[in-house]
T-cell receptor
Framework: EDQVTQSPEALRLQEGESSSLNCSYT??????LFWYRQDPGKGPEFLFT???AGEEKEKERLKATLTKKESFLHITAPKPEDSATYLC???????????FGKGTRLSVIA | NAGVTQTPKFQVLKTGQSMTLQCAQD?????MSWYRQDPGMGLRLIHY???????DQGEVPNGYNVSRSTTEDFPLRLLSAAPSQTSVYFC?????????????FGPGTRLLVL
């Protein structure tokens, strides 16, 4: 059974304090790993898709990396507006539906 | 483009009532799906569709029906609402371009079943 575990459940950072969120997964043949941002009361917003170990993608202060067992979302010098829940999801080979983790709730304090 | 739209935004039902949650997208995406999100559970897939006329069950399909008569619309029907169906429901559509998938979510429908 495909599984996704995100850690920590919640993270509180000071503005400018860089850190990383973790997404560990077990899947029978990874087709893609997805990162989303979700603000309270809104739908998830697509950030990145990673397809192979060693791949990296960046967007503003966010950088996502992928290994064969996990993905990291690095947040460099975060700002209060980066506060949100970050969701990770995996898709197995065969174009199967995404399996989501429970998310990491990030709070950035000014 | 309006993206993915969902109606209603909020709904209160009594146990046993039926209703339809509407979802529409104007991006001509073939793949659409319905999720529910509950505290501590993450997003769970209810039903999905890979194109008009084709639907399949996800992780938690019981108590829900779907149909896909057009590319644009993917309604979710609750046949006989139960308190366990109290949740936030998200519709999503996605497309593939040069081997990369991008998924767009709607704003959600908050459902309370009494």
């Amino acid at each position: 059974e495909d599984q996704v575990t995100q850690s920590p459940e919640a993270l509180r950072l000071q503005e400018g304090e860089s850190s990383s969120l973790n997404c560990s997964y077990t899947v029978s043949g990874l087709r893609g790993l997805f990162w989303y941002r979700q603000d309270p009361g809104k739908g998830p917003e697509f950030l990145f898709t990673l397809y192979s170990a060693g791949e990296e993608k960046e967007k503003e202060r966010l950088k996502a990396t992928l290994t064969k067992k996990e993905s990291f979302l690095h947040i460099t010098a975060p700002k209060p507006e980066d506060s949100a829940t970050y969701l990770c999801a995996v898709q197995a080979a065969g174009n199967t539906p995404l399996v989501f983790g429970k998310g990491t709730r990030l709070s950035v304090i000014a | 483009n309006a993206g993915v739209t969902q109606t209603p935004k909020f709904q209160v039902l009594k146990t046993g009532q039926s209703m339809t949650l509407q979802c529409a997208q104007d991006m001509n995406h073939e793949y659409m799906s319905w999720y529910r999100q509950d505290p501590g559970m993450g997003l769970r897939l209810i039903h999905y569709s890979v194109g008009a006329g084709i639907t399949d069950q996800g992780e938690v399909p019981n108590g829900y029906n779907v149909s896909r008569s057009t590319t644009e619309d993917f309604p979710l029907r609750l046949l006989s609402a139960a308190p366990s169906q109290t949740s936030v429901y998200f519709c999503a559509s996605s497309y593939w371009d040069r081997g990369q998938e991008t998924q767009y979510f709607g704003p959600g429908t908050r459902l309370l079943v009494l």
